[in-house]
């Protein structure tokens, strides 16, 4: 039994009176790549914000390995270990890739500690690796803000890998990819998985199938099933979720 | 007690007036309009010359003055705040050089004195406006003394607020802007045209801010740079109130102007300033997006 | 390629002003000389203004208050130096003091009227040097402290500062006992260094500041280079995105804003060095909108362009208020310069000379974005 890289243990948040995630669970063992499904407003990105520390969690626990992360600050969350990718890319638009890696692989947090104008042997290996793995050697010189949709969304997965995170959460990466940089997105998020634990929402089932090792499925902020990919495939109370009208209430 | 009240009261539906245009160009686009002031000052000029040159007394410059004002409103958007949508840093900046511009238009005669010509009635000098004679004196009710003048100020807020609210609320116009406030792109894509809604709503404010202008110049003297201190008063209680909201204006004027009165009469001017910037940055702080605001995220 | 040429570039920039700042003695006479002394104090502010509003993305409306704090303290320690506060029986008292002292309070500056005590430790002023480096600092860390945990952003900064530097004026004029007011303070000593005293109108003295300010600009153009820079650049843009990779905005944020309000302290102190007064228009908003202005002429996101920009306007503006009527008229061409470099000119006169550098180099202009200069 590998180790758990994130643990979930009876997350909860409320907004105006309606559970958006209520009394969720779930285990994310190491080198895992979980993809969570779940209908629109099943609180598959609820889930994440709380995770991340975005949203704070009114009831339940995260821990990533051993810590407990609940509700900390997001950038303590990020150092602990944790990255998050946003539905919309967010990138660093006015500097260059050169210089969004650099930021992403600097190893020190402090503003102390980086009144200095070059890297460490340690972070220089690691932005190599990353240039490398997502392939972006050609483009470092350009504005990331000049940059395609589907060369932002590899950057941005670049900059989580820069970050060091053991456990990463994509939420909807090839959302608005053609077919071919969905494929070369699956690539790279199967080159990512012996170093880090991925969680990932995604609808598109072709995508799913490529990446996916275990499913797990939310409906109305709750747990719904969990399985592999032809497990979930063959649930019937996942096919009632989805297809239905959901009336678990 | 009730006179404090009463100058409360006068001194809020001044920044109200002030604060009305600017809050419903800011909320529907996006646009820190630094020249609102300077719009206001104008309106002034327009009750001064109209009284020097045409005869017409404070009371029938009002209509004139929300024309004039309106119309150079209109030409503001169209030559700069066009260019410039939802940038809004860009436009704090580029307005404030329109105050710095309008203001000089006024001080040097529209360039006139540069030929020796001077029109009576602008440059650099103070100037005034006199009262309507049924306005002027005071009204003695009891121990409370009314100043009519004053008294109109209230009653021309109020109605002015309600024509922005019929405006905004019960207007085929009010429901496009409306729709511009909360998601610009989305009113686009239904077909509305931001941009023709976008300069109506900057020509109306505008013309509010000349109305302004006319009413403050029967209260106070009337010079190129009244306008400066205007529009900081103003885009406090626009922001206080928070951006977009009709009634978090309205309230947020009343407020800071009871706020003023009270602390002016129990200590002084200096004191009252004090004390409604300090209340300014303590909500903001509190409450960034203003104390009313339907955005809530 | 494209890099090692704007590197060089930015060399040859850098070069060329500082040469100038330091020969312009050789040319200028004594007048001219302490007027470009004080225009370099303004392309200090226009660093000051472009680190927090180019690299930070926060625009400070009130930078004026820290330059206020910088220049009034420093000026309250002048004063004591100026034989105009030593009193017929030797004490050290302010001459406003003295004038606006109830009858028969005590002629000493402990208690010659409410918090004249203040004043004390200014007779020393190496105190007075200590407070106008400290104080804005000090000010701006706490400001920034408050506003940058709280997470408030874009406009809203804008408008608090605004408040701020309002607020501050009116209690500063407020307490004419001990500011003398509206009218500021004027018949102020000269600064002196081991025994040296700095004649405003001497070339010693616009060396001290030509040296300041050229130190001042080469230690910011490091401080944005450090990674910590490029972190900083990086909250301007996206703060969410550097919050989750790890690192505390608010602290980046909370550091630089500090920093430009000790450069624009530091910019208030050799003011009144060269100028001999501190007043209150200091801290009125349309200076503080100035510097913004300076800043967005010569190029908000490069250090050197703000500094030249603040520099060259009040040069033609000195210039043109030879004649009253010339400078009126300047002052609308000044708001026509505005609204066109906003809507024209966006990265200023910088991008103005990249643009052009890069065309004669036959080399498209490929950023959106001014490089870091």
């Known amino acids: 039994m590998t180790e758990a890289a994130l643990t979930i243990d009876g997350l909860g948040v409320s907004f105006a009176g309606f559970k958006a995630v209520d009394t969720f669970s779930m285990v994310v063992p190491q080198g895992d790549v979980r993809v969570l499904l779940g209908a629109n407003g099943a609180g598959k990105t609820t ?23 609940t509700n900390l600050q997001e950038y303590r969350i990020a150092r602990a270990g944790l990255a998050r990718k946003f539905q919309i890319p967010s990138v660093f638009r006015e500097l260059t890739v050169r210089e969004n890696l650099t930021i992403a692989c600097t190893a020190m947090h402090g503003v102390m500690g980086n009144m200095r104008l070059t890297s460490t042997a340690q972070e220089q290996d690691r932005f190599d690796q990353v240039v490398e793995t997502v392939g972006v ?38 959302a608005g990819m053609t077919h071919a940089e969905t494929m070369k997105t699956a690539a790279l998020i199967r080159r990512m998985q012996g170093t880090h634990t991925l969680l990932v929402v995604e609808h598109d089932m072709a995508f799913v199938r490529e990446i996916a090792t275990r499913i797990t499925v939310m409906h109305l902020g709750r747990f719904l099933a969990e399985g592999t990919v032809a497990q979930i495939e063959q649930n019937q109370q996942v096919r009632d979720a989805y297809l239905g009208n959901g009336g678990i209430r | 007690m009730a006179d404090i009240l009463f100058i409360g009261l006068s001194l809020g539906s001044i920044l109200l007036l002030i604060a009305l245009g600017l809050s419903i160009i800011y909320g529907t686009m996006g646009v820190i309009n630094m020249a609102h002031g300077e719009l206001a000052m104008i309106g002034a000029y327009t009750a001064v010359l109209a009284g020097k040159y045409l005869g017409i007394g404070l009371i029938g410059s009002i209509p004139l003055g929300f024309l004039v004002a309106a119309v150079l409103g209109l030409v503001i958007e169209r030559l700069v705040i066009r260019r410039l949508y939802r940038r809004i840093m860009d436009t704090l900046l580029a307005t404030w050089g329109i105050a710095i511009l309008l203001q000089q238009a006024i001080r040097l005669q529209f360039g006139l004195s540069f030929f020796g010509i001077n029109i009576d009635g602008l440059g650099p000098g103070l100037q005034s406006v006199s009262v309507p004679a049924f306005l002027r004196d005071p009204v003695r009710l009891g121990d409370f003394v009314l100043q009519p003048y ?51 709503i900057f020509a109306f404010g505008s013309g509010l801010a000349g109305v302004a202008g006319v009413l403050l110049a029967g209260l106070k003297t009337v010079s190129p740079d009244m306008g400066a201190s205007l529009v900081v008063d103003g885009f406090l209680v626009v922001v206080v109130g928070g951006v977009g ?17 009270i602390f002016a009469s129990v200590f002084n001017d200096i004191a009252a300033r004090a004390v409604v910037l300090a209340v300014v940055i303590a909500v903001i702080m509190w409450r960034p997006s203003g104390l009313f605001n339907f955005k809530g995220r | 390629m494209m890099r090692s040429n704007d590197r060089r570039l930015e060399i040859l920039a850098y070069g060329s002003f500082i040469i100038a700042v330091l020969v312009i003695p050789l040319l200028a006479d004594v007048f001219w000389l302490n007027r470009i002394a004080k225009y370099l104090v303004f392309g200090m502010l226009g660093v000051a203004v472009a680190l927090s509003w180019g690299y930070a993305g926060v625009l400070n409306l009130g930078q004026g208050l820290f330059f206020g704090m ?97 607020l501050a004026r009116l209690l500063l004029i407020d307490a004419q006992p001990l500011t003398n007011g509206f009218n500021g303070l004027t018949d102020l000593g000269w600064l002196t260094i081991g025994g040296y005293e700095f004649d405003p109108y001497a070339v010693a003295t616009y060396y001290l500041v030509a040296v300041a300010v050229i130190v001042v600009l080469l230690a910011t153009r490091f401080l944005v280079a450090t990674r910590a820079g490029l972190i900083l650049q990086a909250t301007r843009d996206d703060a969410n995105r550097a919050r989750y990779l790890g690192f505390n905005v608010a602290a980046y ?26 007043s209150p228009t200091f801290l009125d908003l349309s200076f503080s909108i ?71 180099g036959e080399r498209p202009a490929t950023s959106p974005k001014e490089q870091t200069q």
């Not at chain 2, 009634?247 to 706020?259: K, N, P």
């Not at chain 3, 804003?257 to 000790?262: A, E, I, T, Y």
């Not at chain 3, 060259?312 to 210039?319: F, K």
């Open chain 1, 47 to 69: 889930l994440m914000d709380l995770i991340c520390g975005k949203t704070r969690a009114s009831e339940g626990k995260v821990f990533l390995f051993d810590q407990d992360i």
């Open chain 1, 137 to 174: 050697g050609a483009s470092l010189d350009r504005i990331a803000g000049a940059l395609s949709h589907g060369e932002t969304q590899w950057l941005e997965l670049g900059l989580l890998m820069g970050q060091g995170a053991r456990v990463i959460l994509l939420d909807e990466p090839t």
């Open chain 2, 150 to 200: 004053r008294s109109f100020i209230i009653v021309m807020t109020l109605i002015l607020t309600g024509v922005t609210w019929l405006l905004l609320y019960r207007s085929a116009w009010g429901i496009q802007i409306r729709a511009i406030m909360r998601n610009p792109e989305m009113a686009a894509a239904c077909g509305i045209d931001v941009r023709r809604v976008g300069a109506l």
């Open chain 2, 245 to 261: 909201s009709l009634v978090g204006t309205l309230i947020s004027a009343g407020l800071l102007g009871q706020i003023s009165g």
């Open chain 3, 70 to 166: 910088g220049a009034y303290m420093m000026a309250m320690s002048l004063k004591l130096q100026s034989p105009a506060s030593v009193q017929p029986d030797g004490a050290l008292l302010p001459d406003f003091m003295v004038w606006n002292a109830a009858p028969g309070a005590s002629q000493h500056l402990c208690c010659i009227s409410p918090g004249s005590w203040l004043w004390i430790p200014f007779q020393s002023q190496g105190f007075g040097i200590a407070m106008a480096l400290m104080l804005p600092m000090l000010c701006s860390f706490l400001l920034g402290s408050s506003i940058f945990r709280l997470r408030i952003s874009g406009v809203f900064v804008s408008i608090i500062t605004l408040a701020l530097v309002l």
């Open chain 3, 253 to 278: 944020q909370v550091f630089f804003f500090s920093v430009s309000g000790l450069i624009a302290g530091m910019a208030g102190m050799l003011y009144v060095i060269a100028s001999e007064f501190a």
């Open chain 3, 290 to 360: 100035s510097m913004v202005i300076w800043a967005a002429v010569g190029g908000r996101n490069s250090l050197l362009g703000a500094c030249i920009g603040a520099i060259l306007i009040n040069v033609i503006e000195a210039t043109a208020s030879e004649s009253p009527m010339l400078s009126e008229a300047w002052k609308a061409i000044i708001g026509l310069i505005f609204i066109l470099v906003v809507l024209y000119l966006p990265r200023g006169l910088t991008g103005l000379a990249r643009d052009i550098a890069a065309r004669l």
